[in-house]
């Protein structure tokens, strides 16, 4: 009888052995539910390490075996997949065009379960630009205390703070934009007490005086000329309003917008009053990658404080002459929202001039708050236009940018909580189609994203990283350089 015992209890421990071995773990007929959803999605072959973890906290450790369809393995293990950075790259790059193949086996509570295999799709065409800049806030209203301007490299993990308003009290940062991904040619506006709008230009930095009087409003939301002669700017006089409903918090609008021309060189504001009418309230403007026509938004002026659900924007484009500094007699509409139904907004230029990105909402312009909001794609071409069916979802999906290479481009999205705004990318195919989107990779997925108590707004692409000196210093001083209207002596 004792001997039974004895080897009845040693087979227990060797099938417990055996359930802690990972090599004869138990099939699983299901995919794994893993964060970031990287199941399926197509990815340029530069791109920093998709690392991923379980879904489920009670997995206490992964294995995790990626082979190329081409060329190539490397496996991982740990508490989540946190791959070699040089291994990944040069798998990646022997898979451009191909696919390497995911395996995942996880443990929980002791046992070992392998997973069906999926695939992640490895685009021969990389995203050309060293990284990407954006703003960190809190996703509130009442306070702005603490956020700052970041850039991060797409092709690893580094961060880095261009500017945080930690730097100087009292001051608050949002609109930033490079020329054609360009930082040579940078400008950033900072609100506040010691607001100013920093415009590099030529090597200079120049700290602007953060409105004019005669425009009534701050220079917001840039765009530059291709040449750097030019930035095209919106002027807002903005207010808010709270909303009772939980799904809708809060209301961004304009009392008051026009947009003028700037030039860098003279310090001078050129105003064509058709864009710059109490009738309409023109905004967005952006300047076609010829830079020859300016793309803007624009809505019939009605009470906003008691009509702000019923102004809608249609997207319209003007000629541009560089050499004069003017605009084209002929307005065109591009998408009436009249006809549509929808408020169009933050129409955004590929950068081969093929096709323009844009953010469609019920109503408004400011895209954020609206969980409606959806990203779609008109072919300047033929004039056809779809939702991008594929990147959307059922939260806000809003502010885009593109790249300079194949059809990659960026947004901000809230699809996962509905509250933190997080960055996607994705790539258009010259049918217009687009790939399924997938999160800006982070070295520890969970802390790095459901951990950081931070929004990402405003992204935009630069091919390199940007630095400012003395960045403190200037906006604390009270030096700032005037500029004028045209018509202003």
């Known amino acids: 009888m004792r001997h039974c015992l004895?080897?009845?209890?040693?087979?227990?421990i060797v099938m417990t052995s055996c359930n802690r071995n990972k090599d004869v773990a138990e099939n699983v007929h299901a995919l794994p539910e893993i964060y970031p959803d990287y199941r399926g999605v197509t990815v340029p072959w530069n791109i920093a390490p998709l690392n991923f973890c379980m879904t489920d906290d009670e997995y206490s450790s992964m294995e995790v075996r990626v082979k190329g369809s081409l060329k190539g393995e490397m496996i991982c293990e740990g508490d989540y997949a946190d791959f070699d950075i040089d291994e990944w790259h040069r798998l990646l790059n022997d898979n451009k065009g191909g696919k390497v193949n995911?395996?995942?086996?996880?443990?929980k509570n002791g046992k070992w379960m392998t997973f069906l295999p999926f695939d992640i799709y490895i685009s021969a065409i990389p995203i050309n630009e060293w990284g990407i800049t954006y703003r960190l806030v809190a996703p509130g209203y009442e306070i702005y205390g603490k956020q700052g301007i970041f850039q991060r490299c797409l092709s690893d993990f580094s961060e880095s703070a261009i500017y945080q308003t930690t730097e100087v009290t009292g001051t608050c940062v949002n609109c930033h934009t490079p020329n054609a991904t360009n930082p040579d040619d940078f400008v950033m506006h900072i609100r506040g007490e010691k607001g100013t709008t920093l415009i590099r230009h030529n090597g200079k930095d120049d700290y602007m005086k953060s409105r004019n009087d005669s425009l009534g409003g701050p220079m917001v939301f840039p765009s530059w000329h291709p040449t750097g002669k030019y930035i095209a700017f919106s002027t807002n006089e903005t207010q808010q309003i709270f909303h009772s409903r939980a799904k809708k918090r809060i209301e961004y609008f304009d009392v008051k917008s026009d947009i003028f021309i700037y030039n860098p060189e003279t310090h001078t504001a050129l105003v064509d009053p058709r864009?710059?009418?109490?009738?309409?309230?023109?905004?967005?403007?952006?300047?076609a990658p010829d830079g020859q026509s300016i793309y803007f938004i624009t809505a019939t002026y009605r009470d906003p404080k008691r009509?702000?659900?019923?102004?809608?924007?249609?997207?319209?484009?003007?000629?541009?002459?560089?050499?004069?500094?003017?605009?084209?007699?002929?307005?065109?509409?591009?998408?009436?929202?009249?006809?549509?139904?929808?408020?169009?907004?933050?129409?955004?230029?590929s950068y081969d001039g093929r096709y323009l990105m844009f953010t469609t909402l019920d109503y408004g312009y400011f895209s954020i708050w609206h969980p409606e909001a959806d990203l779609w794609l008109l072919d300047l071409k033929t004039g056809d236009m779809h939702a991008l069916t594929d990147a959307n979802s059922d939260d806000t999906d809003s502010f885009h940018n593109w790249s300079k290479s194949g059809g990659w481009y960026l947004f901000t999205s809230r699809r996962e909580?509905?509250?933190?705004?997080?960055?996607?990318?994705?790539?258009?195919?010259?049918?217009?189609?687009?790939?399924?989107?997938?999160?800006?990779?982070?070295?520890?997925?969970?802390?790095?994203?459901?951990?950081?108590?931070?929004?990402y707004n405003t992204p935009d692409f630069t091919n390199?990283?940007?630095?400012?000196?003395?960045?403190?210093?200037?906006?604390?001083?009270?030096?700032?350089?005037?500029?004028?209207?045209g018509n202003e002596k």
């Open 6 to 12: 004895i080897i009845t209890f040693l087979l227990v």
């Open 102 to 107: 995911v395996s995942v086996s996880a443990q």
């Open 275 to 287: 864009l710059a009418t109490k009738e309409q309230m023109e905004n967005c403007p952006v300047f």
């Open 307 to 349: 009509y702000y659900d019923q102004s809608r924007y249609s997207l319209c484009r003007i000629g541009f002459n560089p050499d004069t500094g003017t605009l084209g007699e002929r307005i065109d509409t591009l998408v009436s929202a009249a006809t549509m139904g929808k408020s169009i907004s933050w129409p955004r230029p």
């Open 417 to 455: 909580d509905a509250l933190y705004t997080r960055i996607y990318f994705a790539m258009v195919d010259s049918q217009g189609k687009s790939t399924i989107p997938f999160l800006l990779p982070q070295r520890n997925p969970k802390e790095d994203n459901l951990l950081r108590m931070f929004s």
């Open 464 to 485: 390199r990283k940007l630095e400012v000196k003395d960045m403190r210093m200037n906006i604390n001083s009270k030096k700032r350089v005037e500029w004028k209207v």
